[in-house]
T-cell receptor, first 112, second 111 residues
Framework: RKEVEQDPGPFNVPEGATVAFNCTYSNSASQSFFWYRQDCRKEPKLLMS???SGNEDGRFTAQLNRASQYISLLIRDSKLSDSATYLC?????????????FGKGTKLSVKP | NAGVTQTPKFRVLKTGQSMTLLCAQD?????MYWYRQDPGMGLRLIHY???????AKGEVPDGYNVSRLKKQNFLLGLESAAPSQTSVYFCASRGSLYEQYFGPGTRLTVT
């Protein structure tokens, strides 16, 4: 089983739609969780950290389910500018100097 | 606020040539990383550093060397470039909560 798995997509949705991505991780000792956004031919950028209690930032909501070892990202009222690849990222407690493990990403395309 | 910068942005090498990629960060971060990103492969860690004067191997270190002589700089060297090293290279530094901040990347083509 891969350490971090994501559905590669693409998810093609109309503007205004609500879309959700899930990500599973294999190591139960994982401690920190993040969602990154990567635009075509650009660097990954931190979208939000994921906390055990769940957290929201505007139209974006992230949730963590430790028992089932998955992380989710919900985007409400999708905008054209949300089109990007979303990377699920985990940090393994005690792992090599706090290195992050990146999923391969889920591609989102928001259409007019 | 520059954050993480990388030079050069683009480079074309011939097989067997050498080059050095420079990464600089102005956030006073201890940890720095070099990744490569290839289609369908995601980000893979090449080398990393936990502080000035230290380096360690990541997932795919072969064919690369690194140096961290100053805290703000992390250099990635290719001694003898191969076509398999054609990729996009990203440098990153780590904040206090394990989040990483990336530079804009270097697109390297080896012919």
């Amino acid at each position: 089983r891969k350490e971090v798995e994501q559905d590669p997509g693409p998810f093609n949705v109309p503007e205004g739609a609500t879309v959700a991505f899930n990500c599973t991780y294999s190591n139960s000792a994982s401690q920190s969780f993040f969602w990154y956004r990567q635009d075509c031919r650009k660097e990954p950028k931190l979208l939000m950290s994921v906390y055990s209690s769940g957290n929201e930032d505007g139209r974006f909501t992230a949730q963590l389910n430790r028992a089932s070892q998955y992380i989710s990202l919900l985007i409400r009222d999708s905008k054209l500018s949300d089109s990007a690849t979303y990377l699920c990222v985990v940090n393994l407690k005690g792992g090599s100097q706090g290195n992050l493990i990146f999923g391969k990403g889920t591609k989102l395309s928001v259409k007019p | 606020n520059a954050g993480v910068t990388q030079t050069p942005k683009f480079r074309v090498l011939k097989t067997g040539q050498s080059m050095t990629l420079l990464c600089a960060q102005d956030m006073n971060h201890e940890y720095m990383y070099w990744y490569r990103q290839d289609p369908g492969m995601g980000l893979r860690l090449i080398h990393y550093s936990v502080g000035e004067g230290t380096t360690a191997k990541g997932e795919v270190p072969d064919g690369y060397n690194v140096s961290r002589l100053k805290k703000q700089n992390f250099l990635l060297g290719l001694e003898s470039a191969a076509p398999s090293q054609t990729s996009v290279y990203f440098c990153a530094s780590r904040g206090s909560l394990y989040e990483q901040y990336f530079g804009p990347g270097t697109r390297l083509t080896v012919t």
